[in-house]
């Protein structure tokens, strides 16, 4: 049924972008990109579930898995500043630059000196905080956390030319070859040398440093792949970059760099914040359970990344109707399927704890309040998308703005009081006002608003579904309870979702299937 929806979305989204009244852009590019980026994503969530969820936990202590959550924390904040907003520019801008010989006017050549500048400063900027940035709750924390602390600058460059290489092939039309790399190449390789670590007797300090090397790879693999695809030019434009267009291009990166570095520090202000406030070992046990809250959110990435090309286009040719139904389709079916996978996540609870060393139990509710935040955003669509490209973009900087505060404030108060548990609730209680501040900006000033009583029926269909699977009894393995209990969530949720018509999507899906199964006549 899931495999029916996704097919079913895919034809629904092939006019999301019409060039006029009665054109629509042909079905190819977004089939393929979504399809493809669809198995790259399933494939890196399993690839992340053996390494993260499983492996990691059981080969290192709870303080040296910290010691990776607290590099890549550092690593992606510093990275994010890195760019200096420029990926923003990539991604609103590129239009206007591009050519049909493929030097785009010196954009490449702007685009690295830009990339390389901001890694240059934020490394600095990096190194002279360092010690302040690590230092956490005790001082044999921050002794180990010391003897890495400077592998965090090559991950910063890492960071900031990926980003950069990343935005450049979403805006040739392709945002799947980034996620390759980085989702399956990268994490094929962490596989590959946790398996050499546990079959040799390699010390933690070269793991990290190897770690460190294969968190660069997929920015060396896109580099290569650019420079193959004849992309990779250096050549100038000078004359090109007109007084008006400069300024644009200064506003655009000014006002990015709030809304990315603030995206960043949202995703890792947590870790850092309970490093310093409880310790490393917490640090550890909090990135390993947030991993498998972040599950619910995975369908959504690639269709966002590819949305926000077709949704500027949209507002360029100022089709409001479009955009609308942009918004309810992003907004319906994400929640159907996101709150499929949160049910999963909280009726398999127990059998996560059989998977996870019994260190790891204080993270049972990390779990719940991330996958439940993640389904508010989920929840929330392509709004995000719809502001950030939208005339009105700069208000998304402040929304983030205030998303940061209030996670940092919330964590200020709960992390003292309910430790990990505390900065997952922070999480959540934030994101719920982001959300709510994002749908009433948009009905404010356009009457954008994506809810329907579908919403309301998948909400009605997740508790019934739950509390149906509440009431099995455990069976006697773990993983054929994990199997029977999803399997009979997964066709109740769906047969109920079909049954009582949630969404055009699902309905479709659930006929595709019929065909399939040869139930109804073609």
């Known amino acids: 049924m899931i495999k029916a929806m996704m097919k079913s979305c895919v034809v629904s989204w092939a006019c999301l972008l019409p060039l006029s009244g009665k054109y629509c852009i ?102 002279l905080l360092r010690h302040w940035l690590i230092s956490g709750s005790n001082e044999a924390d921050n002794l180990m956390l010391g003897d890495f602390v400077l592998l965090v600058i090559p991950m910063i460059f890492a960071n900031v030319f990926f980003q950069a290489f990343d935005n450049f092939y979403k805006v040739l039309f392709d945002a799947v070859k980034g996620s390759l790399y980085r989702e399956v190449y990268q994490r094929i390789f962490t596989l590959l040398l946790i398996i050499g670590y546990f079959y040799s007797e390699m010390s933690f300090f070269v793991f990290i440093v190897l770690y460190v090397a294969g968190y660069a790879l997929p920015t060396v693999m896109l580099m290569l792949s650019l420079y193959r695809d004849g992309e990779l030019k250096l050549t100038s434009d000078p004359g090109f970059l007109s007084p008006s267009l400069q300024k644009e291009m200064i506003s655009v990166s000014l006002f990015n760099i709030v809304i990315g570095f603030s995206n960043i520090a949202i995703l890792n202000i947590d870790s850092l914040m309970i490093n310093k406030m409880v310790g490393l070992d917490d640090t550890g046990i909090y990135g390993i359970t947030y991993f498998f809250g972040t599950l619910v959110v995975i369908p959504s990435r690639i269709l966002m990344k590819i949305s926000s090309t077709f949704i500027a286009e949209s507002w360029k040719t100022g089709n409001l109707d479009q955009i609308k139904d942009i918004y309810y389709r992003t907004s319906i079916n994400q929640f159907v399927i996101g709150s499929l996978i949160f049910i999963g996540l909280w009726g398999n609870l127990p059998n996560i704890y059989h998977l996870l060393p019994d260190s790891y139990a204080a993270g049972g509710w990390v779990i719940i309040l991330i996958a439940l935040t993640n389904l508010l955003e989920m929840l929330g669509g392509a709004s995000a998308v719809i502001i950030s490209v939208s005339p009105r973009y700069k208000a998304l900087s402040y929304m983030m703005v205030m998303l940061l505060l209030l996670i940092v404030g919330t964590n200020l108060v709960f992390i003292p009081q309910w430790g990990i548990t505390g900065a997952a609730l922070a999480s959540l209680v934030s994101y719920a006002v982001y959300v709510l501040v994002r749908f009433a900006f948009l009905y404010h000033h356009h009457r954008f608003q994506p809810f329907t009583a579908g919403h309301l029926k998948v909400v009605a269909i997740t508790l019934a579904t739950y509390g149906t699977q509440y009431l099995l009894p455990e069976l006697p393995h773990f993983i054929l309870d994990i199997f029977i209990r999803s399997l009979i969530m997964v066709l109740m949720f769906s047969a109920l979702s079909y049954v009582f018509g949630v969404s055009e999507e699902v309905t479709r899906g659930g006929l595709w299937l019929f065909d399939k199964a040869g139930i109804r006549k073609q």
């Open 26 to 127: 042909p079905l190819g590019i977004i089939q393929r990109q979504t399809i493809t980026g669809s198995v790259v994503s399933y494939v890196g969530v399993l690839l992340g579930f053996v390494t993260t969820g499983l492996m990691l936990p059981h080969l290192f202590t709870e303080a040296e898995n910290g010691v990776i959550k607290i590099l890549v924390a550092n690593a992606a904040l510093f990275g994010q500043l890195g760019t200096i907003g420029f990926t923003g520019v990539i991604s609103r801008m590129f239009t206007y630059f591009r050519g049909k010989k493929g030097d785009h006017h010196g954009f490449m050549r702007l685009t690295l000196i830009v990339s390389l500048a901001g890694s240059l400063v934020t490394a600095v900027v990096f190194y």
